[in-house]
């Protein structure tokens, strides 16, 4: 029986799911995977008490896409969102559109007004600056080799109020 997918906190066996899906995405090296790992490690020891929140959203067991933000240090109401990762095989299929939208309530529900995201400028990023894009975000600055040399950082916001 299939069931509809639910995106609410993630929970502590989820950890291992998550960072395979930051595996299998292709285009994060093993330092940012390192993080991810690190992230949601830290959230599910930690719970509300962890600087970084994650979001899953899974379907019969099964994790489908996540999402990590945090506020930005030093300002008032605004957040990073800083990972949204879908499975390949659930790419367009509304996953990441679902998971952004949940995202946003989550900040709106902690004050926030601002969501910042940074991406980078290479090639394969192409789909993600193009699905930021999609779902109201403004590319704002680009830091020309910022990440390396020939990979930028690309800047996009979003008003939430």
């Not at 709106?108 to 910042?116: D, F, P, S």
Request: net charge negative; charged share 25%.
């Amino acid at each position: 029986m299939t069931t509809v997918p639910e995106i609410q906190a993630t929970h502590a066996d989820e950890a291992g799911p998550i960072v395979n899906l930051a595996r299998k995405a292709g285009v994060f090296n093993e330092e940012e995977i390192a993080t991810v790992e690190e992230l949601v490690r830290d959230y599910v020891a930690k719970g509300d008490a962890s600087y970084y929140r994650f979001l899953s959203c899974r379907q019969n067991g099964r994790v489908l896409g996540f999402t990590c933000y945090s506020p930005r240090w030093l300002t008032q109401g605004t957040f990073d969102l800083c990972w949204i990762c879908s499975a390949p095989d659930e790419q367009r299929q509304g996953v990441g559109g679902a998971l952004v939208r949940q995202t946003e309530q989550a900040i709106r529900a902690r004050g926030g007004r601002l969501v910042l995201v940074e991406t980078s400028s290479r090639p394969e990023y192409e789909p993600a600056r193009r699905f930021y894009e999609s779902h109201g975000y403004r590319r704002e600055a680009v830091i020309t080799d910022f990440y390396a040399e020939g990979d930028s950082l690309v800047l996009y916001s979003k008003r939430l109020v």
